[in-house]
């Protein structure tokens, strides 16, 4: 198996046409190698948290690194146009498309992140709380869950 897409929140119970079947062959059972916590505030900024419950998508064999890679970009910013690449930015605010090397018996994992300067280095419970409530008005349609 020679590329994989880490799926958690979302991405794991909704991935998207691009990265559905027949795109994905298998699924792996795993946790994140690193924390996370679903309170997007301060510009969709992320940081401490846990490891969570995910999985590896693995994707068929004659998909390409780059063409993952431009999936789960577009996938992420809700890129509707197949001919969009990922741009790579490493600038803040900037989704930012990493790969683990040998994890879950996948060659390499695609996960998305973000700059260490756009993460929380230490998220307070009660303020995610309260922005994930106040996030919801705001949310599109069906992604309420």
Known sequence: MA??????????????????HPNIISR?????????EYGRY?????GGGAPVEAEILVCR????????TNRLWRREVKEKD???KYPGH???????????RDFGGVETVLYTD???ADKIPAPNVEDLARAAIA??????PGMQE
């Not at 064999?61 to 993952?68: G, I, R, V």
């Open 82 to 84: 197949k001919s969009k």
């Open 114 to 116: 973000f700059l260490q």
């Open 3 to 20: 590329i994989g897409i880490l799926a958690y929140g979302s991405l794991r119970h909704d991935p998207g046409p691009e990265l559905g």
């Open 42 to 46: 301060s510009l969709k900024k992320r």
């Open 61 to 68: 064999d004659d998909m390409t690194l780059e063409d993952a």
């Open 28 to 36: 792996i059972e795993t946790r994140t190698p690193f924390g996370v």
């Open 90 to 100: 490493s600038q803040p605010g900037y989704v930012q498309i990493e790969p683990l």
């Open 135 to 140: 996030s919801m008005p705001n949310a599109e």
